[in-house]
Structures are given as structure tokens and as C-alpha cells.
């Protein structure tokens, strides 16, 4: 299989880009890939902190693009899971210290040696955006059931267009399912259908994520929560299976695979 | 509530009536949600909202007396498209002129 890379953005800040980034380059590394995570958040970095890899920073991507080192030594090794790399990014520079022709370079390096290569974008959709996607051939657009964060992820799909990234696909996260049903949040389907993309993954606002948060465990090392197992799944359908979607309405524990809801979305 | 209406309230589907009210907050939103994005997409500025109304305006008035401050022209949704919607108020129908008189 030849190395994808993908970014993971959304326009919107907040929406969960870092714990998505975080989460299911986790699963894919678990499923027996080699997967490097890199922080494209300069001057705002957090995928460290999420993956619990901050104590261990010694070199930073921008010490490999400034020459300082080489690109190998930015490489942290997550113990945790076989075959799990991260690479931060520095804090104390801007998001100008990086051209797209540097993350291009990045990414073409790292493919002789990773099967998956996950980049956490900025918000936004200006420069850091542009080199977060540079070196990116495909994408994973983030997005909450709201208004704000839905129309500010048409924008970037637009744009992901316009930059031929293929194939773009959808993760809604912060489904808040009781809401949905009773008509006060928006639907996953009408979200697909205002933005005609294909969905990859559903996954519900869940307490689990704040406290792998504060402890740096991402939820797909071992957790069991109905957030972790929605990360599990978009990794696994990112390595192509075809994993039916967890009806979000079902009691915790009980029945977790009781309803499902066969490839919803798939044959867009 | 069966497993299907339950499953099609999930992913938010239109298909059944009882489980979406027009007014809910989340029908609402995916209203409004459907007016922004054709701002958004079309690339349709205030401005030339603007323009385009003082043209119609340009294009009316040689046909009809109209209030020309009370002219309201907006995108908004009808049923489950979007439309432009122009509201403009009549003061009078101007008298035709018989051929004959030229």
C-alpha cells in the first residue's frame, strides 16, 4: 500500500481536530501501521499534550526545517503503542516559519518510512492551514452540529477542493444524541446533505474525551467509551473496511452493538 | 418510537414528520445554515445585494409607480430550496398611454 497523508482540519477552532488527529492516528497505529502524527499547529501546539508525549520534546519540526537536526530526531516514539510516532511543532514561533514547499519536503521524507501520516491543522484558513495541507493527499474535515462550525467547514472543503485533495471525507464529533431527536440539534444527515461530502465518522460528545485530555491517553490506546470506539471505527474505515455505525442512542454497556446502521453515507 | 424512526431521528433524516418540528432549534438552524451557504458559496456581498436591488428597482419603475424605500430583497428558504425574494410595494399603476397619442 503506498503512504497516505492526511490532514485533519476544519476552518472552525475547537470543533476537535487535535483529539480527532490524536485519537485516530492512535487507532491506525493499534490496527499494525506505522503512523506519524505531526503537529501543524505552530505557536499553538497541543497534539503533545493530548498524546501525552509533552515531556519528551527535544527537537521540533522547525529545528528539522532550520537544519538544526535531522527530520529523524524530531520523531517522538510513543511507547505506549507499536509503531506510533509523533512530531511536535515549535511553540515559541509563528505559523509563517513554515512554507508549504517545507511540509511537502516533510511529508515525501517521512512516507519512505510511515504506512499513515496524520497532520493536525490550525483553525483557520490562512497560512498555517495552506502548510498543514500542503504535503496532504487527502483529508478529514472535523465538524460540530452547529451552525457555525458546519458553514465554516464548507468553506474548507472548498478550499481542500480547489487544492484537489481526494477523497475529503466528513467526521461529526459532539453529537449530543438525545438532542438530535428531539429536534434541537442538527442532524448528521441534513449536515451530509448541505455539504455533500461522505461522512466518516459519527462521534458522541462524550466525558471520556476531557479526561483523556487531562491525563495525555488517547481514548483508542485502551478505553471502552462510545467516543473511543467512534475513533476506532473511522480508523479502521480509513484503512478501507466497511464498519457500520454505532447507534448513538443505544444504553452505554448495554446493547453498545445492538443497533446498527449499516455504511451510512457511503454511497454518496 | 420504532427502530427505524429512531435510527432516522439519529441521522437527523426529514423522512418522518413526527420526529421534526419546523420550529425546532434544529430545523431552525439547518434553515438558516442553508441561507448562509448560498451567501457563502455564490460569493453574494452585501454590496452587491445592494446593486442588484437598485438595478431591479431601475428596470421596475419604468413599468410601475413602486415605494422605492420599502423594497425588501433577501435570500431566504422556501419549502427545501433557497430563493431570492423580492417584496416591492406598489404605490400605483401607472396609466397607459393609448397608442394613438404618438
Known sequence: ?268 | MSIRSLLSSIFGSRSDPRDRYDDSPGQVGMDRLAVLLVHDRADISPGMMENMKLDIIEVIKKYIDIDENQIDLALENEDESVALLATIPIKNVLRRRGRAAK
Do not use: W
Open chain 1, 1 to 268: 500500500m503506498a503512504p497516505r497523508v492526511i490532514v485533519v482540519t476544519s476552518g472552525k477552532g475547537g470543533v476537535g481536530k487535535t483529539t480527532a488527529t490524536a485519537n485516530i492516528a492512535t487507532a491506525l497505529a493499534a490496527l499494525g501501521n506505522k503512523v506519524v502524527a505531526i503537529d501543524g499547529d505552530t505557536g499553538l501546539r497541543n497534539l503533545d499534550v493530548v498524546m501525552g508525549l509533552e515531556n519528551r520534546i527535544v527537537y521540533t519540526l522547525l529545528d528539522a526545517l532550520d537544519g538544526t537536526c535531522t527530520l529523524s530526531k524530531t520523531l517522538i516514539r510513543d511507547k505506549r503503542v507499536e509503531g506510533l510516532c509523533m512530531i511536535p511543532t515549535a511553540q515559541s514561533r509563528t505559523k509563517d516559519a513554515v512554507a508549504p514547499e517545507q511540509m511537502e519536503h516533510v511529508c515525501d521524507e517521512l512516507k519512505k518510512d510511515f504506512d499513515y501520516i496524520l497532520i493536525d491543522s490550525p483553525a483557520g484558513i490562512e497560512a498555517g492551514f495552506r502548510n498543514a495541507a500542503a504535503g496532504a493527499g487527502e483529508a478529514l474535515v472535523v465538524t460540530t452540529p452547529d451552525v457555525t462550525a458546519v458553514r465554516d467547514a464548507d468553506r474548507i472543503i472548498g478550499l481542500l477542493e480547489s487544492m484537489e485533495k481526494s477523497p475529503i471525507r466528513l467526521i461529526v464529533n459532539r453529537i449530543r444524541p438525545h438532542m438530535v431527536m428531539k429536534g434541537d440539534m442538527l442532524g448528521v444527515k441534513d449536515i451530509l446533505d448541505v455539504l455533500a461530502i461522505d461522512l466518516i465518522g459519527m462521534v458522541p460528545d462524550d466525558e471520556s474525551v476531557f479526561t483523556s485530555t487531562s491525563r495525555g491517553d488517547p481514548l483508542t490506546i485502551s478505553s471502552t467509551s462510545r467516543a473511543a470506539l467512534a475513533f476506532r471505527n473511522i480508523a479502521s474505515r480509513i484503512a478501507g473496511n466497511d464498519v457500520p455505525y454505532i447507534d448513538l442512542e443505544a444504553p452505554q454497556g448495554a446493547g453498545l452493538f445492538g443497533f446498527l446502521k449499516k455504511a451510512f453515507g457511503q454511497g454518496r
